[in-house]
C-alpha cells in the first residue's frame, strides 16, 4: 500500500478516524519506510518492537526479515486491522500494549530472544516519556530507529552549549550516541502535520564513558541544574537539599574539579554532570 488515497481508503474501510489525541499521523511514502527498514539491517535472529504500527505498513516490510515483530497498538480500531492483517504471519505479534507500560525484559524472556531492535513513529505529546522507557530498558535494546517531529529530534541530538541542548539530550549523551539520519517532510503524512519530521538513530553504550555512582542521584543533579537554565552552575546546584553546601564551597568544588563556576548548566557537558553528581554523592554519604 502506498499514498494518501490508500491510506484514506484503509480508515475508511475499518471505519477509523485519525485521532488527533493519539498524535495519529500516518505515514503515506513508501521509500521513506523503505529507508527505516534498510537502515535496520535486519536478520531472522532479531526481535523487532514496533512502538505504534498503525496500519501495518513498516510490519509488513519487516516481516519477512526478521525473527520476529512485536507490533504495539493501543488504538482499538488499529489494533483490530493489523490482527486481520497480519492473521496468516508466524513472525507477527499484534500486542495490545502501551509502551510505557511494557516490561522489555518480560517481553524478551517471554519470546526466547536476548535482545530487541526498537522502531516507531512517535507521537509529540508523547516522546519525551518514551525516549526515558527506552534509557531504562537500554541493556537489552540492541538499536533504535525512531520518527519524531523536527524540533524534538534536534533537541535531542544538541551538542553541549547549544539553545536546544537540555535535559534528554543530556541524558542521551551520557547513555549513548544519538544521530538524525533523515529528514522527512510533512507532506509524507496523512493526516499532513504542521511541521516536519526527523528520523533519529539511537545506539546505547554498553557502559557509560563515566560511571556514575547513583543514577537516581545523577539524574536529579541533571534535572536541577536545568530547571533554572538561566542561572549559573552554582546557584541551581545551591538548591540541592542534600549536601547543603554553601554557594563558595560549591564554586570551590567546581573549580577544584577544572570546571568553570558561572557556566550556565548548557555549557555542561553529560560527562562533567556525571563527575560532580559523584562528588555530590559522596559528600551526602
Given amino acids: 500500500m502506498a499514498g494518501r488515497k490508500a491510506t484514506v481508503d484503509l480508515l475508511n474501510e475499518y471505519k477509523i478516524r485519525p485521532r488527533k489525541s493519539l498524535g495519529q499521523n500516518f505515514l503515506i511514502d513508501d521509500n521513506i519506510n523503505r529507508f527505516i527498514v534498510k537502515t535496520l539491517q535486519l536478520q531472522k535472529k532479531d526481535l ?90 537500554r541493556q537489552v535494546i ?66 557509560p564513558l563515566i560511571e556514575v555512582e547513583n543514577e537516581d542521584f545523577f539524574k536529579k543533579i541533571v534535572k536541577t541544574a536545568f530547571s533554572q537554565r538561566r542561572k549559573t552552575i552554582t546557584n541551581t546546584l545551591s538548591l540541592l537539599n542534600k549536601p547543603s553546601l554553601s554557594k563558595p564551597e560549591l564554586s570551590s568544588m567546581l573549580e577544584d574539579m577544572k570546571i568553570n563556576p558561572a557556566h550556565r548548566p548548557e555549557r555542561l557537558s553529560a560527562a562533567e554532570f556525571a563527575r560532580i553528581a559523584n562528588r555530590l554523592y559522596s559528600a551526602c554519604l
Fill in 48 to 137: 523487532v518492537l514496533e512502538i505504534g504500527a498503525g496500519l501495518g505498513e513498516l510490519v509488513n516490510l519487516m516481516k519477512d526479515e526478521a525473527g520476529l515483530i512485536l507490533a504495539l497498538e493501543i488504538d482499538r480500531g488499529l489494533n483490530v486491522l493489523l490482527k486481520e492483517r497480519f492473521e496468516a504471519e508466524k513472525t507477527v505479534r499484534v500486542l495490545d500494549k502501551d509502551i510505557l507500560k511494557c516490561n522489555l525484559d518480560d517481553l524478551i524472556k517471554k519470546y526466547n530472544f536476548k535482545q530487541l531492535i526498537v522502531v516507531g513513529n512517535l507521537p509529540y505529546y508523547i516522546s519525551s516519556p518514551i525516549i526515558f522507557q527506552l534509557i531504562k530498558y
Fill in 142 to 207: 540492541k538499536k533504535t530507529i525512531i520518527m519524531l517531529q523536527k524540533e524534538v529530534a534536534e533537541r535531542l541530538v544538541a551538542k553541549v552549549g547549544g539553545k536546544d541542548y537540555g535535559i534528554l539530550s543530556c541524558f542521551l549523551n551520557y547513555y549513548g550516541e544519538q544521530k538524525i539520519i533523515k529528514k522527512v517532510k510533512n507532506s509524507c503524512f496523512f493526516p499532513r502535520p504542521k511541521v516536519d519530521s526527523a528520523i533519529i538513530e539511537l545506539s546505547f553504550y554498553k557502559k
